[in-house]
C-alpha cells in the first residue's frame, strides 16, 4: 500500500508539474492568428528588440565572467572573516523586488549623484541608454553565475592546485591551466543561467532604460496598447528563442557520450 501510495505521489506529481509549466506555455505557442504572427516576424522593430535583448543579456554574461570567477574562486578556496556576509549579498539581487535594483543603480549611478557624475565625466551614461540595460541585466544574472562557477570550484580537488603549485607553477598559471579547465561546464551553465535571468528581465530595465527597448519592454508596450492579440506573437518568440538557447547550451555542457 506504502509502495502504491508513493508511486502515485511521484507520477502524479511529475505530471502535475510539467503540466503547470508546459500548459500556459503550449497555449501562449498555439494562440496568435497566423497572420498576425507572420507580420511580427517582419517588424523590423521587434527583431531590433530581440536582437537588443540577446546582445545586452551576451554583454552582461561576459561581465559575469570577466568579474564574477574571481569572486567566485575567493568564494571556493578561502575561508575568510565577512564571508557568509559576502555571500549573502551576492544572492540578495535575487530576492529583492526588481524595480528596487533599478532604484538603487539610479540612486548610485543617476545624474546628480557622485557615482553618477564620474561615469558621465568619461562619457558613461545608464539612463535610458544600452550601458544602461547591461548594467541592470549583469546585476540580476551575476549571483546566477557566481553561485554556480563556485559550485564547480568547490567540486575540483584542491590537491591537483598543490601538485601544480609543487611542480612549479604560480597562482597564476595553476588558475588558467588547472582550476578553469576543470570548472568549464559549470562555467558554461552559469553563462545560460546568467542570459537566461537577464533576457526575462524586465521591472529594472523599465526604470533606467525603457529606451531603447528590450524584448519584454516591446511585449509590455504593445499589451498595453493594441491588447493582447499583439503581444502574444512577441511572447512566442520569446519562448521559443529561450528553449532553443536552453537546449544547445545544455547539449553543449553535458560529456561528449551523453549528448542525446
Known sequence: MRKLAFGGWMVGSVALVVLFIAGPLAQTVASPEWPVFVETLRDSQVLGSI???I????????????????????LARREFRGKRLVE???DLPIMIPHPVVGIALLTVAGRGQWAGEVLQAVGIRLMGTVTGIVAVLAFVGLPFYINTVKAGMEAVPERLEKVS?????????????????LTWRHMLVGVIMCMARAISEFGAVVIVAYHPMIAPVLMYERFTAYGLKYSQPIAVLLICISLA???LLRMVSLPRGRRT
Do not use: D, H
Request: no cysteine; proline share 7%; net charge positive.
Open 88 to 90: 549573502s549579498l551576492v
Open 55 to 74: 546582445g545586452a543579456a551576451g554583454l552582461a554574461a561576459a561581465f559575469s565572467v570577466l568579474l564574477g570567477t574571481p569572486l567566485a574562486f575567493l
Open 245 to 247: 538557447f536552453f537546449l
Open 51 to 53: 536582437g537588443l535583448s
Open 165 to 181: 603549485r609543487s611542480l612549479g607553477a604560480g597562482p597564476a598559471e595553476t588558475f588558467f591551466r588547472v582550476t578553469l579547465p
